[in-house]
């Protein structure tokens, strides 16, 4: 199972019974913050987008949406989602339990600056029930975070 991976991925800071493991779905960022009881935006969602064959990942935060224009600037190619049956045998999570941790090697990781309006972020840990706090420090060196970028808008709820 994928979070039993990211627990022991993440025992190599120590950190891998800080994995929070609920009763109920996390797979959403509106489920996750409920059942966290914090804001949507401090959800870290991890998106998955092709590159060639294979992908790259992006940490956000849960109320943002990927600008398509900035993200063609920052990457080069134009943005599009991994397709859900390539999800799982690209990243090593299946759809739900994303997450920047225990992902193939040659996988690149990168934040998007919208997660620097909070102190803490809650990213998924491998499966759709489960979540870690961290830092964003934290989040930067267990993820091995390529570089952090600019590439989401925030998402207009009116």
């Known amino acids: 199972m994928s979070v039993e991976a990211v627990k022991n991925y993440l025992n190599n800071w ?3 019974k800080a994995v929070l493991e609920f009763d109920s779905s996390s797979a959403t960022v509106e489920l996750a913050a409920r059942v966290l009881g914090v804001e949507p935006g401090r959800i870290a969602k991890t998106l998955c987008f092709k590159k060639g064959d294979g992908c790259i990942l992006i940490v956000a935060a849960g109320d943002v949406k990927i600008d398509n224009p900035k993200f063609k600037a920052e990457f080069g ?3 599009s989602m991994l397709p859900p049956e390539d999800v799982l045998r690209l990243t090593g ?5 994303v997450c920047p941790f225990a992902v193939p090697e040659g996988v690149p990781v990168f934040a998007d ?14 499966s759709s029930n489960s979540a870690i706090e961290l830092k964003l420090s934290e989040l930067e060196e267990y993820a091995g975070i390529v570089k952090w970028v600019d590439v989401c808008k925030e998402i207009n709820n009116s």
């Open 14 to 16: 120590g950190r891998g």
């Open 77 to 79: 190619f134009r943005a």
């Open 93 to 97: 999570h299946a759809v739900g339990g």
């Open 113 to 126: 600056v919208s997660l620097k309006k909070y102190e803490t972020v809650f990213p998924a840990c491998g």
